[in-house]
């Protein structure tokens, strides 16, 4: 069975720390892992990563994908209280563009 | 460029009534999904069209959902009758392809959340 685990499944931190969010998969015929960041409203797409090893960065946000071992990890640095939201990951397929979501970390940064 | 359209964005019900949901989504976006987004969960796939055609249902309750997509334009869901573990929020999402080696990233609308009461 197809499946997204996150961890942890919520986090509090203060304004400036740097947080890890991590995502692992289980998805057969894997094409791409996806990262959205989800506030009271739809979930916004941040990255789309599809190779190994290769570092993807928004400003203070980061994002790594290890098909080896089946995750992937979202870095957020200088943490604002802007940041706090659900982190939501996805899992694609190969050809059928279709995406298994985990359950979201909850993130809460402190002023 | 416009995002995904999605209306109502609340619906109060209650049980055995049945309720309907309409998505735009982005032009030129040939794929298109409805989730099912339960409070402190991810969001669960339920049906995916490309064009005007199901590529997956297989987690829709075909007892009492339905969607379809004429003219592989705009989409509507619809509970019928609603049981109370159907309140969750209604994610409409599209992309522009489906298939093949390249894949696409998922644009969302502001979803509808449903309340049955």
């Known amino acids: 069975e197809d499946k997204v685990v996150q961890s942890p499944l919520s986090l509090v931190v203060h304004e400036g720390d740097t947080v890890t969010l991590n995502c692992s998969y289980e998805v057969t015929n894997f094409r791409s892992l996806l990262w959205y960041k989800q506030e009271k409203k739809a979930p916004t797409f941040l990255f789309m990563l599809t190779s190994s090893g290769i570092e993807k960065k928004s400003g203070r946000l980061s994002s790594i994908l290890d098909k080896k071992e089946l995750f992937s990890i979202l870095n957020i640095t200088a943490t604002q209280t802007g940041d706090s939201a659900i982190y939501l990951c996805a899992g694609g397929k190969y050809n059928f563009n279709k995406f298994y979501f985990g359950s979201g970390t909850k993130l809460n940064v402190k002023p | 460029e416009a995002g995904v359209a999605q209306s109502p964005r609340y619906k109060i019900i209650e049980k055995r009534q049945s309720v309907a949901f309409w998505c735009n989504p982005i032009?030129?976006?040939?794929?298109l999904y409805w989730y099912q987004q339960i409070l402190g969960q991810g969001p669960k796939l339920l049906i995916q069209f490309q064009n005007n055609g199901v590529v997956d249902d297989s987690q829709l309750p075909k007892d009492r959902f339905s969607a379809e997509r004429l003219k592989g334009v705009d989409s509507t869901l619809k509970i019928q009758p609603a049981k109370l573990e159907d309140s969750a929020v209604y994610l409409c999402?599209?992309?522009f392809g489906w298939g093949g080696s390249n894949t696409y990233e998922q644009y969302f609308g502001p979803g509808t959340r449903l309340t049955v009461t």
């Open positions: 999402a599209s992309s």
């Open positions: 032009s030129g976006h040939a794929t």
